[in-house]
């Protein structure tokens, strides 16, 4: 076990949704990570949030945002799914910015 | 640009040593990593080096950095069938903080 809990474990939805994707870093952690784990794609680095401040982002699309709260937990939030974003969503933390990451357990997100 | 490579797949006999092999284009990466993902699992953080090191051991992992070549590898000696997964190189620089992945080897194991 990581320490890191993601939330929830599995998520079906239709095109048009939104939903939102729950983050819990490892305790003492100030760094968040967000991923986007498909078949064609691999592993995409989406976004990178410091003690509730975006550092770092990536390929994340305009219809995704997240935010991490003072009690630094983050989430995730995807709207006007489409059926090209099901894939799998990591949640990772590290104590810094430059530390070694750990990574959760995952959201499936399966957009029908 | 920053790039990882992996070979896809990597097939080697029980009890046999595996050898995972990756490339990457940054030169100024400081930090390099071995993650693990098994079938409908997360990413374990193996092990990692950083870039002022040439390898690092641990049990029956051994990391070699050719930071001339941009060469990683793992070796995992006296391979198991718990050690069937996909392994994935990744590495960061100093100043930046998205960690780059390589697409993953998937190792698998033959009695």
């Known amino acids: 076990d990581s320490g890191v809990t993601q939330t929830p474990k599995h998520l079906i939805t239709a095109t048009g949704q939104r939903v939102t994707l729950r983050c819990s870093p490892r305790s003492g952690d100030l760094s968040v990570y967000w991923y986007q784990q498909s078949l064609d794609q691999g592993l995409q680095f989406l976004i990178q949030y410091y003690n509730g401040e975006e550092r770092a982002k990536g390929n994340i699309l305009e219809r995704f945002s997240a935010q991490q709260f003072p009690d630094l937990h983050s989430e995730l939030n995807l709207s006007s799914l489409e059926l090209g974003d099901s894939a799998l969503y990591f949640c990772?933390?590290?104590?810094?910015?430059?530390?070694?990451?750990?990574f959760g357990q995952g959201t499936r997100l399966t957009v029908v | 640009g920053e790039d990882v490579e992996q070979s896809l797949f990597l097939s080697v006999r029980e009890g046999d040593s595996s050898v995972i092999n990756c490339t990457y284009t940054?030169?100024?990466?400081?930090?390099l990593y071995w993650y693990k993902q098994e079938p409908g699992a997360g990413l374990q953080l193996l092990t990692y080096i950083f870039s002022n090191m040439d390898m690092k051991q641990d049990q029956r992992l051994t990391v070699l950095l050719n930071k001339k070549d941009k060469h990683l590898s793992l070796r995992i000696a006296d391979t198991q069938t718990g050690d069937s997964a996909i392994y994935f190189c990744a590495e960061r620089n100093s100043s930046a903080s998205k960690i780059i992945f390589g697409s993953g080897t998937r190792l698998s194991i033959r009695p």
């Open positions: 940054d030169s100024s990466s400081t930090y």
């Open positions: 990772a933390s590290s104590r810094g910015v430059n530390t070694e990451a750990f």
